[in-house]
């Protein structure tokens, strides 16, 4: 038995390093069964951020089938999601650069322009292969007026001719056609709605130059999402009026829930193009959910409503945000575990073999021996509501701390903030972990995963509750014993970013903080920010500019005077959604202060960072940082950083 090296945390040598974390690493997006082939979409950092789409033959046989000098990426909503499509042997896919729909073929080897309308972003789509057309959810950006969403058709035997077939709503979604080809059902909800709020479902008759009788069929005050015909003809979707996101069917003018549990059978629709459930034949459904944190598989027994789980991925912990789908006895999905990376799995339902690993979406080369394991906690807040995260201990085979020391603690606000943490290994928490640092990954309340009253508790609130969460985390992990009080930083990136910011200036609680394209000014967010978000913050903090003042109270730009610990805050330049200008004035405001503060920016990139260097370097940049603020030596040199006013 080998004895452990003694060394302070923070300081603990490691193997997983900035460039294992990007190297041979991609991350999986929407994913699609057809035919028997299987159809994947790629993020690749070491080609810059670029989406590229894969195939997988039923004989095993994979290779890419987007030509190298294209990106499959759309921007409808400025999240995208519902990138490609596949017709038999031809792809259909949104190609970034001019957002302009593009054919391909298995082979790969060419692409044919579809579109020629460069005011219009597709996504989305579905085949009406009757009328021979595509039918998208769309986008019309003309440079003058916030953009304008609707449903259109592509004509696929008349130059990609572009049709507006329903249009009025302020958002759309989620188009399917029935299996007879006559009808079409899909989602549409208007400001200040978000997805995750309150939507309706909507059908319509199909017709060769549209639809007509339109009419809708569901929607007051609840979150609806992800139509989808059963074999039979019969409309399916997942509503949250239960208090949980659950499955039903919709059969002769009467709802019926399927799956009535305390249990969410879908995550928050930030994307288009996903959904956690599908007929993988025609009497079972396929489905994924998740209680308090942690996803499950199941199959449901449309007749008996028996749901019954499928144990096959080795301790499972989260199905992928790419979802799922199913057809012909076969399901494809991406999922993870703490020891695991996301993996794209083929689910083979009456087959000897089981499950098929399609691809991995990080090479890992360590052993799991190596890994900090999350252990779900709960903890009371402030004004005695319980919150929930998940807490991973400092992790290293070869290491240990001196006797009596305690870890620095990372507490961590996820984006959203309708969203929730991942379990899955990341080996950006682990790089963390693996070096001496403690982690906790704070689902505040406004998370899913939670019912949806949980997800609810932060309407009005944000920026009150969502500290108050993240601060009591660190207390409680204190009084345990687990982190030093006087080494406890808290991180996010976007609206975790935003949290990030208000826990340094409204509390005294955290020694230091890193802020990732993070809001500083709520007032300049409502006013910039793109459509799909531009209400966003009427339920999450009051109806603007009605209730200016809170906006101005709970932006952290306004009360820098408060912050007295250092900052780092890291901003893409192409970012459309939280603008440059935030993270900027931030920087300014706290350095003529003569707060410590670093700042750095990225040419190219947008909202997350994608391309591999700069991941790379905003990892090796907040360990530098940390190392200053925190006084320890890192084992591997760092190419140092400025810190102003330090």
């Avoid at 087959?351 to 360590?366: C, Y």
Wanted: hydrophobic share 35%; glycine share 8%; aromatic share 12%.
């Amino acid at each position: 038995m080998t004895l452990k090296k003694v060394a302070p945390y923070g300081a603990w040598e490691s193997h997983i390093t900035t460039e294992l974390i990007v190297s041979e690493s991609i991350s999986l997006g929407d994913v699609l069964l057809s035919d028997g082939n299987v159809f994947w979409q790629e993020m690749r950092p070491l080609e810059g951020g670029r989406y590229t789409i894969m195939h997988q033959s039923e004989d095993g046989a994979k290779h890419e089938i987007l030509p190298k000098s294209y990106n499959a990426r759309t921007r409808v909503h400025e999240y995208g999601g519902g990138a490609f499509l596949v017709d038999k042997c031809e792809v259909y896919f949104s190609n970034f650069s001019d957002q302009q729909i593009y054919k391909t073929t298995l082979t790969g080897t060419e692409a044919s322009q579809v579109t020629y309308d460069s005011t219009f972003r597709f996504a989305d789509g579905v085949i009406d292969s009757q009328n021979h057309r595509i039918i998208y959810v769309a986008e019309k950006h003309d440079g003058k007026t916030e953009p304008v969403n609707c449903l259109v058709s592509v004509n696929l035997t008349n130059a990609g001719e572009i049709t507006t077939i329903a249009s009025g709503a302020d958002f759309y979604s989620s188009p399917v056609i029935s299996p007879n080809g006559e009808n079409l059902a899909w989602i549409q909800w208007n400001h200040p709605n978000m997805p995750w709020d309150s939507t309706e479902l909507h059908i319509a008759d199909l017709e060769e130059n549209g639809i007509r009788n339109s009419r809708k069929i569901l929607g007051q005050g609840e979150s609806i999402c992800h139509p989808l015909w059963s074999p039979q003809g019969v409309l399916h979707y997942v509503s949250d009026i239960s208090g949980w996101w659950n499955i039903y069917k919709y059969e002769n003018g009467m709802s019926h829930n399927l799956t009535p549990y305390d249990a969410e059978f879908t995550q928050a629709q930030w994307g288009l193009g996903v959904r956690f459930y599908d007929f993988i034949d025609d009497g079972q459904i396929l489905c994924s959910y998740n209680t308090l944190g942690f996803w499950k598989i199941g199959l449901l027994d449309t007749i008996t409503l028996k749901l019954s789980d499928v144990d096959i991925i080795p301790d499972m912990t989260e199905i992928n945000r790419s979802g799922l789908k199913a057809n012909k006895g076969k399901g494809l999905l991406a999922a993870g575990s703490a020891d695991t990376s996301h993996t794209l799995y083929l689910y083979q339902l009456d087959s000897i073999q089981k499950l098929i690993k399609v691809q991995e979406s990080t090479q890992n080369k360590i052993e799991s021996t190596h890994f900090s394991k999350p252990q779900p906690v709960k903890y009371m807040t402030s004004d005695e509501q319980e919150c929930h995260a998940f807490y991973y201990p400092p992790t290293n085979i070869n290491y240990e701390a001196p006797k009596s020391t305690k870890p620095p603690l990372i507490i961590l606000s996820h984006g959203g903030p309708t969203g929730a943490t991942s379990t899955t290994l990341n080996l950006s928490i682990q790089y963390w972990t693996n070096r001496g640092f403690a982690i906790l990954d704070v689902n505040y309340r406004g998370s899913t995963g939670y019912g949806t009253k949980y997800r609810k508790a932060l309407n009005g609130n944000w920026g009150v509750s969502d500290v108050d969460d993240c601060v009591s985390g660190g207390k409680y992990l204190v009084s345990e014993g687990l982190a030093d009080p006087g080494k406890i930083a808290i991180k996010g990136g976007s609206a975790g970013g935003f949290t990030t910011l208000a826990c340094l200036a409204f509390t005294d609680f955290f020694k230091a903080g890193a802020s990732y394209y993070g809001v500083s000014d709520l007032t300049a967010l409502a006013e910039e920010t793109h459509k799909f978000e531009s209400r966003y913050l009427d339920s999450m903090v009051g109806k603007y500019p009605e209730e200016i003042q809170k906006y101005i109270e709970r932006s952290p730009i306004n009360h820098t005077d408060n912050l007295s610990c250092p900052v780092i805050l890291f901003q893409g330049l192409e970012d459309k959604i939280v603008l440059p200008n935030q993270s900027q004035k931030m920087y300014s405001s706290l350095k003529s202060k003569g707060i410590p503060v670093s700042y750095l920016e990225f040419e190219g990139e947008q909202h997350g960072f994608r391309k591999s260097e700069n991941i790379q370097r905003t990892l090796a940049a907040e360990l530098y940082f940390y190392s200053q603020i925190f006084e320890f030596d890192p084992f591997e040199p760092i190419e140092p950083i400025n810190i102003e006013n330090l």
